[in-house]
């Protein structure tokens, strides 16, 4: 069993709309990292996160210690956003472990 | 900052080769580390290095794949008597130390190809 799991795998969304991916984990991770990675392979960072939330420009993300569970928004989605998201738990030895990702497709 | 870069971008072998990966971490960033994915799935750990010191592997590294970080900057990666399965996608990242607040760059990966 994946002790990161995230839904949806896939996600079409059409341009404007506000989309929710989410992330559980188990016990033992210390923070949550939220990627994107386009084809091609190339993997950013979003966001780093431990509590409460951040925002950046349309995305934004939380997370709850308690459920151990992290949800990533985007919001007003445009198709320059369709990417594979990927969230990420931080272990105690610092890596990472992965969920398999949701591929958003976003249509104009 | 040049990012994380890594060196080939793509490697097509034939089965059996040996082929060696090169990682180039931010340059004041002293962990090191290495993933690889697979087609469909999120990627998966290998190792890591705190500056020279390779500090933890995983399962996945058989004994066919050697790392080492020999003067604690850049990384190799190397697989000996490559498998099909070992055709994956092969990521490294860096940060400036461990912990919870540092957050991982990566690189955009060295793509394996085994015929």
């Known amino acids: 069993k994946n002790e990161v799991e995230q839904s949806p795998q896939n996600l079409t969304a059409q341009e404007g709309e506000f989309i929710t991916i989410n992330c559980s984990y188990s016990?033992?991770?210390?923070?949550l990292h939220w990627l994107q990675q386009h084809p091609g392979g190339g993997i950013v960072s979003l966001f780093m996160l431990s509590s409460g939330k951040k925002k950046h420009g349309r995305l934004i993300a939380t997370i709850n210690i308690q459920e151990k569970h992290s949800s990533l928004h985007i919001t007003a989605s445009h198709p320059r956003d369709s990417a594979v998201y990927i969230c990420a738990g931080v272990y105690n030895t610092d890596k990472l472990i992965f969920g398999t990702g949701t591929r958003l497709q976003v249509f104009p | 900052d040049t990012g994380v870069s890594q060196d080939p971008r793509h490697k097509i072998t034939k089965r059996g080769q040996n082929v060696t990966f090169r990682c180039d971490p931010i340059?004041?960033?002293?962990?090191l580390y290495w993933y690889r994915q697979t087609l469909g799935q999120g990627p998966e750990f290998l190792t890591y290095f705190q500056n020279e010191a390779q500090l933890e592997k995983s399962r996945l590294l058989s004994d066919r794949f050697s790392a080492e970080r020999p003067k604690g900057s850049f990384s190799t990666l190397e697989i000996q008597r490559t498998e099909q399965g070992d055709s994956a996608m092969y990521l490294c990242?860096?940060?400036?130390?461990?912990?919870?607040?540092?957050?991982?760059?990566f690189g955009d990966g060295t793509r394996l190809s085994i015929l």
């Open positions: 990242a860096s940060s400036p130390q461990g912990g919870r607040d540092q957050p991982q760059h």
């Open positions: 340059s004041e960033h002293n962990r």
């Open positions: 016990v033992g991770i210390s923070a």
